[in-house]
């Protein structure tokens, strides 16, 4: 009896610990040296990098030090467990977050559908190029695209050849065949380019370099980890260039840039790091070069045959053909539209001036459609859940349309940052907030509030001002 009780306690503590994030935290302090070799100077573990758990709040944390962080505890080597829960820890991930006396990136344990590596690993690649880059690439990732006087349908199939062409260059088994494609690739594109906005064109080319290359680290960090080959790696990159972003769902702004920038930015990286070893690497941490110009420089092809094979392809029959192919294409409303249809469709704009602290915390939005109406003001329709953490603020959002400015202004007197506005339409108040009899426009403060679909709790009195729409 003792001993069939023994054996139930042992696979009880085994299924324990499979549970836990402790494995993968382990995994990737093993898999260090490995890890280094991907893009000189980065090491996660030296950074800090793990796990919070969403069933016990506990941090599980891979952190080469020699004490112990503050209020954690040793599980194995370089893997470490919070003695105490953090509850306020709720969003997808934390890059760069205090934890006591550190800091490391996180994500939430366990995953829904990615491996427990690829998302650490690319959102830590991004607090390091907040330290390290010369040029912050990242500040940019929702802002807006303006396609200009360029026809959707020839933007689109530019869009769509371009993909071909890098994978094809991707696929090449031999220097000459990848050359050519991607010679072919940056004709055309450069030619796409020359009639975008100049603010367009440098937008992308500043995403997709921040996305593209925490893409492809967080893709190669993932086969350190997992142990796939090389094909198998490579075939990820094809994959994510053969989806059809132009018809997902999204905003105009989603489907013609945010989302393609991290497949084409990864892929890139790879024929890069194919033709010039690392460094490249070297070009855009340092010298604040694009990706593209990088490669551009790599290859030095003379301006006036890039020109020439863009414009020929441009022309070419089987373009014609991609553009009637595009122009079928089904396109949300303008920006515009879509916000004054919202307006109409609600009875209150309550808008909320969170602290500047907010913006520097982020946020957590899962599902919605999200339409940058600027560089960096969003437009979520509606989101399902919306989290902002700080030490001073908890904001929960639920199934409601919201704008939010993510990125405080500063003030050109002082220096200080503004207050960020959060907006949320509304068709129900709650009694506490609303405007006098025959009033249209009212304001206040609040340290709190909970109904249907919104919670906030704010140790300092928040500034809000409520408009009524229904007139």
């Not at 209020?71 to 829960?85: K, T």
């Not at 982020?362 to 109406?373: E, R």
């Not at 959002?397 to 704008?403: A, E, G, H, Q």
Request: charged content about 20%; overall charge negative.
């Amino acid at each position: 009896m003792k001993a069939r009780f023994a054996i139930f306690l042992s696979l009880l503590i085994l299924t324990a610990c499979a549970s836990t994030a402790q494995q993968p935290a382990e995994e990737i302090y093993q898999q260090r040296q490995g890890l280094q070799q991907i893009w000189q100077g980065y090491d996660p573990v030296a950074r800090g990098v793990g796990y919070y758990q969403a069933n016990d709040g506990h941090v599980i944390l891979t952190l080469d030090t020699t004490s112990a962080p503050a209020n954690f505890s040793q599980l194995s080597p370089g893997v470490w467990r919070s003695n105490e829960p953090f509850p306020h820890l709720r969003q997808n991930f934390y890059i760069n977050t205090p934890l006591h006396d550190t800091t490391a990136t996180l994500v939430r344990f366990p995953r829904e559908s990615r491996s427990p590596f690829i998302t650490l690993v690319h959102e830590d690649f991004h607090g390091y190029q907040r330290d390290n880059f010369a040029n912050d690439f990242v500040t940019s990732t929702l802002s807006r695209f303006d396609t200009g006087s360029l026809a959707l349908s020839t933007l689109v199939a530019a869009l769509k050849v371009e993909r071909a062409l890098l994978s094809a260059a991707l696929d090449a088994k031999d220097a000459a065949i990848r050359e050519q494609a991607l010679f072919q690739y940056a004709g055309l594109r450069l030619w796409r380019e020359a009639q975008l906005p100049e603010e367009s064109v440098t937008v992308e080319r500043r995403i997709e370099t921040s996305e593209g290359t925490a893409n492809w680290v967080g893709y190669r960090g993932e086969q350190q980890l997992q142990g796939y080959s090389d094909n198998t790696f490579t075939n990820k990159l094809l994959t994510d260039l053969g989806i059809d972003y132009e018809n997902v769902s999204g905003s105009l702004s989603v489907r013609l840039m945010t989302a393609r920038v991290y497949s084409t930015g990864a892929a890139l990286s790879e024929v890069l790091t194919q033709t010039t070893e690392h460094q490249w690497q070297v070009l855009v941490e340092q010298e604040s070069a694009t990706l593209f110009n990088t490669l551009l420089n790599a290859f030095q092809w003379p301006q006036d045959a890039l020109q020439e094979a863009g414009a020929r392809i441009g022309q070419s029959e089987a373009f014609t053909q991609a553009e009637g192919r595009a122009s079928r294409i089904s396109w949300p409303d303008s920006d515009d539209s879509t916000l004054n249809r919202i307006e109409r469709d609600h009875n209150w704009k309550l808008t909320f001036y969170l602290p500047p602290s907010s913006s520097s915390a982020g946020f957590t939005a899962t599902s919605g459609t999200v339409t940058p109406l600027n560089d960096d003001i969003i437009l979520l329709n509606p989101v399902s859940q919306f989290d902002i953490e700080s030490d001073a603020l908890s904001l929960e959002i639920r199934n409601l349309t919201l704008v939010y400015r993510w990125g405080g202004d500063k003030n050109a007197e002082n220096e200080d940052l503004d207050p960020v506005p959060l907006i949320v339409y509304l068709n129900r108040i709650d009694s506490s907030l609303l405007c006098a009899d025959e009033q249209t426009l009212c304001e206040g403060r609040i340290d709190s509030i909970s109904q249907s679909g919104l919670t906030i709790r704010s140790e300092m009195p928040l500034r809000y001002q409520l408009e009524r729409l229904d007139q």
